[in-house]
């Protein structure tokens, strides 16, 4: 055993390769690894309504139920008189929760993984991968509600509903991006996961959850400054899809977020990839 040990060559394991090119081969490692990545995609949706007795029904229940009271509040107490606010509220709980729920997943991505990480070596990327690509299957489950709605209100049917998980999947995409760079920081400094719950409640109210696109820019210079927040524009065009037509947004504004999704993406990867060795280490 000696002599083996003594001609037996170590193995680097998880060596780090060049920062600048991580958001090209973080790409490759989850292709590489895509069997791991949908059965922890699929155990993480299993083991969220494991033992629940409505089952996958509160993937409905519970963004229905949220949309309800927001809907009691402004409709019933400020007496709103758009007769389809309840159903945009409830599609902007819906693209919301699923920024939130990747946001917070991808930043305690790492420290919400110690045990793993201490047992096993595998490409770390991988963590708050699939916890976006699972918050972004349970929201996809979420949004069967809008079926009924589109019944109940007579809403057309066509082309124009793909805009939905089009507008879930960059909201899931810049949660997570947002989230790679500071979860390396949450394994240093647990502060970060509580400032980022604090940001995700009040994102809530500055984001066009309880009001739409149409409702800002009718208020002027103020309405346009909250549109240089990035998740206008996914709310914006889930709902614009439920209602059977194409954004009506300025084209610049809609570029706008896909540049800002993009440049999170890669500066998320990049930092990931060069501070995730040193800071697990802290874990």
């Not at 709980?93 to 917070?104: A, E, N, P, Q």
């Amino acid at each position: 055993m000696r002599e083996l040990a003594s001609t037996s060559p170590l193995k680097n394991v998880g060596k780090r390769g060049v920062s600048w090119k991580a958001p090209i081969s973080n790409l490759a490692v989850l292709v590489e690894h895509r069997f791991l990545v949908r059965n922890l995609v699929r155990r993480e949706v299993r083991g969220k309504y494991r033992n629940a007795l409505l089952g996958y029904g509160w993937a409905v229940i519970e963004p229905t139920l949220l949309s309800l009271v927001y809907w009691f509040l402004f409709i019933m107490l400020a007496g709103n008189p758009d007769q389809h606010y309840a159903v945009w509220v409830l599609i902007g709980v819906i693209v919301w929760g699923c920024f939130g729920k990747s946001l917070m997943s991808s930043v305690t991505s790492l420290s919400g993984n110690t045990r793993v990480i201490h047992l096993v070596y595998f490409p770390r990327i991988i963590f708050p991968s699939t916890a976006m690509l699972a918050t972004i299957v349970t929201t996809m489950m979420s949004s069967i509600v809008v079926i009924p709605i589109i019944i109940a209100y007579g809403f057309p049917i066509g082309i124009h509903l793909i805009l939905i998980p089009i507008g879930i999947f960059i909201a899931g995409v810049m949660g997570m991006a947002l989230g790679l760079m500071f979860a390396p920081c949450n394994c240093i400094y647990k502060d970060i996961e509580h400032l980022f719950r604090f940001i995700v409640r009040a994102g809530f109210f500055v984001s066009p959850v309880m009001w739409t696109y149409e409702m800002a820019v009718q208020r002027g210079v103020y309405g346009e400054m909250v549109l240089w927040n990035p998740m206008v524009a996914p709310i914006t065009i889930a709902r614009h899809g439920l209602e059977g037509k194409w954004p009506e947004m300025p084209a610049e504004w809609l570029a706008y977020t896909v540049c800002v999704t993009i440049l999170f993406w890669i500066l998320g990867n990049i930092i990931f990839r060069k501070y995730e060795p040193e800071a697990v280490k802290h874990l």
